[in-house]
């Protein structure tokens, strides 16, 4: 698609333009202010010069445009958008050859999807071809590569939260290495930010105290509250504000879960309220979770009642007869919920083979 037809086809999304070119000159300054450090001793003289992108811009303009035709106001205001984009992308040419500086233009990708949809993916691209030219080719297969993490990682994220610290982290990183190779440590480890470095101390931090066989679980609480206000800068007073968090981080220690396995159903949750009350929640608040943890019981009990019927049926059949056996079984199981657990099993996840945590799901 060439620009001129995207101008005419634009028209009525002027307002857009007005407001994403606001936008456009926003991220150049936030670029600047956020890489200011790292562009001190570069010289940005940019390959495409004010010149060239005339040269670029105006023949697209002018195809299929007769002699004496004027420019529209609506096209005159396009044109600028497309000139301030070209120079809001000449901001990334330093390290542009390197992938972990290629991925970060789906910020830019995204402003312009945010604006114009799906049909401004061909905008970007053009865009592309014309200010790095050298390296289009690569810096679109970044960009598609690092679109197939996030959405893996937006699809699985209810997941990777049930795991353990240790094992979602290994699981993430396994994606990232799968997609980018030794260039996943660069565009991750390499641009760490000081509240990455925090997260990766307390990451270990927690995993010791989870891991310690010498202190009781009350211990392991106040170690974690401590180690959050440590880690953090703030009093350990506030870090109780963040309840959810230090909940679900105590609950997926295993020295907890056996604890909690080891109690019948009573205990167990007396002993739950007492571990919430201790992190800092309301007896209101405990209530409702409590509530929750019942209707979340029941779900585990008719869940693993369906896994051991469904390998019952497995033993018993295969084929269509078996496929048809099993959606039957699960509309018996889960009513309106079977198409998701359908949907679940064909990407091979079944939720009730996951570790039960107790206080958690």
């Known amino acids: 698609m060439s620009i001129v037809v995207v101008v005419f086809n634009m028209k009525k999304h002027i307002r857009s333009v007005q407001i994403f070119a606001l936008t456009l000159g926003a991220v150049a300054v936030y670029f600047l202010v956020n890489h200011e450090s790292s562009l ?22 002018e195809s299929n445009r007769p002699a004496d035709q004027e420019y529209t106001q609506e096209e005159r205001q396009y ?40 049909s401004a993916g061909e905008l970007f691209s053009d865009a592309i071809n014309i200010i790095y030219p050298e390296e289009s080719e690569n810096i679109l297969k970044s960009v598609v590569k690092m679109d197939q993490y996030n959405q893996w990682y937006h699809f699985n994220r209810a997941w990777l939260d049930e795991l353990d610290i240790q094992a979602s982290h290994d699981t993430v990183w396994d994606k990232r ?39 009781g679980n009350d211990e392991k609480l106040y170690q974690l509250k401590e180690s959050l206000s440590n880690v953090y800068s703030l009093p350990i007073e506030s870090i109780g504000v ?15 879960q056996q604890e909690l396995k080891s109690l019948d159903d009573e205990n167990r949750q007396l002993r739950i309220d007492d571990i919430r009350r201790q992190v800092g929640y309301s007896e209101a608040d ?5 509530d929750r943890d019942q209707v979340k019981h029941k779900r585990w009990e008719n869940g693993l009642r369906y896994m051991a019927h469904r390998e019952e049926l497995e033993g018993q059949m295969d084929g269509p007869e078996l496929d048809q056996a099993l959606q039957d079984l699960r509309e018996s199981y889960f009513k309106h919920e079977a198409k998701t657990i359908t949907s679940e099993e064909a990407r091979g996840f079944y939720r009730y083979r996951r570790t039960r945590l107790f206080g958690l799901n």
């Open 40 to 61: 001190q001793d570069k010289a940005l003289t940019p390959v495409v010069t004010a010149s060239q992108m005339d040269e670029q811009l105006d023949p697209q303009l």
């Open 79 to 118: 044109e600028d958008f497309v000139r301030d984009l070209w120079a809001l992308l000449e901001l990334y040419r330093p390290d542009i050859d390197q992938v972990w500086k290629q991925v970060e233009l789906i910020e830019v990708r995204d402003f312009v999807l945010s604006v114009y949809g799906l």
């Open 177 to 215: 290495e799968d997609l980018f190779g030794k260039d996943a440590h660069k565009i991750w480890s390499g641009k760490m930010t000081p509240y990455e470095a925090r997260k990766q101390k307390l990451r270990a931090q927690i995993s010791e105290i989870g891991k310690s066989t010498i202190i």
């Open 242 to 256: 963040n309840h959810d968090l230090v909940s679900r981080l105590f609950f997926k220690f295993d020295s907890v």
């Open 286 to 290: 405990i209530i409702k979770r409590r």
